[in-house]
Nanobody, 124 residues
Framework: QVQLVESGGGLVQAGGSLRLSCAAS????????MGWFRQAPGKERELVAA????????YYADAVKGRFTISRDNAKNTVYLQMNSLKPEDTAVYYC?????????????????WGPGTQVTVSS
């Protein structure tokens, strides 16, 4: 079992930055692909970014390309999401997820473990 806990969310003005962290426990995540998802009120959950086990391959949704960066530190069992140039439409609950595979995927149902989420609110 892998337990995931997100942190770093909060309220920020448009144009600002936040860095989300996802700390894993229970198992090392060095052999897990990881993803960051978000769900805005009234909308379906969507994949924001994903990273393979080594950090050598990443995926970004078009809406965040060039603004968000996913990274991982396997020694610290932690995954990060650096969010820059934030927009009001980035407001959502952000979830960290782990997939029991080395390679990343965009399929939400392929992720086995989920954190409780952290709220990100971007004011205009």
């Amino acid at each position: 079992q892998v337990q995931l806990v997100e942190s770093g969310g909060g309220l920020v003005q448009a144009g600002g930055s936040l860095r989300l962290s996802c700390a894993a426990s229970g198992r090392t995540i060095s052999s897990y692909a990881m993803g960051w998802f978000r769900q805005a009120p009234g909308k379906e959950r969507e994949l924001v970014a994903a990273i393979n086990w080594s950090g050598g391959f990443t995926y970004y949704a078009d809406a965040v390309k060039g603004r968000f960066t996913i990274s991982r530190d396997n020694a610290k069992n932690t995954v990060y999401l650096q969010m820059n140039s934030l927009k009001p439409e980035d407001t959502a609950v952000y979830y960290c997820a782990a997939r029991g595979s080395l390679e990343l995927t965009t399929r939400e149902n392929a992720y086995n473990y989920w954190g409780p989420g952290t709220q990100v609110t971007v004011s205009s």
